[in-house]
């Protein structure tokens, strides 16, 4: 079993930055591949970005491509989700994921919110 927290969301203002953290327990994270999805009121969960096992390959959702940035530390056990230039529209519940291979369960974490104010 894996168990994840994010931390790091707030109220923030348009323009800002934010740095979310992901930190897993129970088993090392080093092999899977790590992913933040995001979900509004009224709106499906959608994943944000990923980053596979190494780092070496990433994911962007073209809303945050440029502005937001995905990274990992597996020493630490840790995902990060560093987003710059906020907008209004980011505000939601931010989601940590970890997934072994494309068969296996997904592990979630209880989410962060992020509320950015235009």
């Known amino acids: 079993q894996v168990q994840l927290v994010e931390s790091g969301g707030g109220l923030v203002q348009a323009g800002d930055s934010v740095r979310l953290s992901c930190a897993a327990s129970?088993?090392?994270?080093?092999?899977?591949?790590m992913g933040w999805f995001r979900q509004a009121p009224e709106k499906e969960r959608e994943l944000v970005a990923a980053?596979?096992?190494?780092?070496?390959?990433?994911y962007y959702a073209d809303s945050v491509k440029g502005r937001f940035t995905i990274s990992r530390d597996n020493a630490k056990n840790t995902l990060y989700l560093q987003m710059n230039s906020l907008k209004a529209e980011d505000t939601a519940v931010y989601y940590c994921?970890?997934?072994?291979?494309?068969?296996?369960?997904?592990?979630w974490g209880q989410g962060t919110q992020v509320t950015v104010s235009s």
């Open positions: 129970g088993r090392t994270i080093s092999n899977y591949t």
């Open positions: 980053i596979i096992w190494n780092g070496a390959n990433t």
């Open positions: 994921n970890a997934k072994l291979t494309t068969w296996s369960r997904d592990y």
